[in-house]
């Protein structure tokens, strides 16, 4: 079996490292930022709302193929910037465009290998014939979301209700897969097999400090020639979390 690069990991370990860095420093900004109550004597009546965003996701597969199964934790981080663009003179309808990343972690049972003419192989795992520690596939990628704003804010109101729906379009920069078990471990990455263009409809809504954050995939993970046994693997995304704006 193929055994793992070091400069792979390190790689992944850098990213992981970068993730959790931005979750301190958006949570830290979350929190003395988007309570602070104004001076009345500089209130900003063009204000635009909720230009930063971070969120946490768990991560489900749609559309699995038979005896295909999710086991621990999939995770997603995402965070960006969103332009807050009133359409109307209360301003509290809204459009937002932006730009951000994401990581995202699929824990389950297919197994991603390599065959001698350099194609990739998926096979599904039985726990009890091939014991594993892990095995799980992961993207990264750039986001461009879209989304049509209501809320209730006014110019001095930081406490709000808010519901945004929108669209999502992702690009995957990087992804790899993780296979890891006592006889031996399978790392591969940058699997031309993944769909470089994702996309789907998105949905946040919420009062104040908590909303929480709906993505539904309209396209597969995997293109049409990633095959178990002949069948297409459809498999799309699902993620439902938790989100943070920030000013």
Request: charged share 20%; net charge positive; hydrophobic share 35%.
């Amino acid at each position: 079996m193929q055994r793992p690069k070091i400069g792979l990991n390190n790689y992944i370990c850098d990213m992981k490292f970068h993730f959790s860095l931005a979750f301190f420093l958006f949570s830290g900004s979350f929190i003395f930022g988007q309570n602070t109550v104004p001076d009345s004597t500089s209130i900003d009546y063009k204000y635009r709302e909720d230009q930063f965003y971070f969120s946490l996701t768990y991560n489900l597969l749609g559309n699995k193929l038979a005896n295909i199964s999710q086991n621990g934790f999939s995770s997603g981080i995402h965070f960006g910037f969103l332009r807050d663009m009133p359409i109307n003179e209360r301003r509290n309808i809204a459009i937002g465009l932006g730009f951000g990343f994401s990581s995202n972690s699929y824990n389950q049972n297919m197994l991603i290998s390599k065959g001698n003419d350099q194609s990739y192989n998926y096979s599904i795992l039985d726990k009890n014939e091939t014991p594993f520690k892990k095995n799980k596939f992961s993207t990264y990628l750039i986001d461009i979301p879209f989304e049509f704003r209501w809320r209730t804010s006014t110019p001095t109101e930081y406490n709000f209700l808010r519901i945004y729906s929108g669209f999502k379009f992702s690009y995957l920069i990087y992804n790899t897969s993780k296979f890891k078990s006592s006889e031996g471990d399978i790392i591969l990455s940058n699997i031309d097999d993944f769909n470089k263009i994702q996309y789907g409809i998105t949905l946040s809504a919420g009062y104040s400090n908590i909303n929480v954050h709906f993505y539904y995939a309209l396209n597969d993970i995997f293109k049409d020639k990633a095959q178990i046994d002949g069948e297409h693997i459809a498999m799309n995304a699902i993620k439902i979390g938790l989100i943070y704006y920030i000013l």
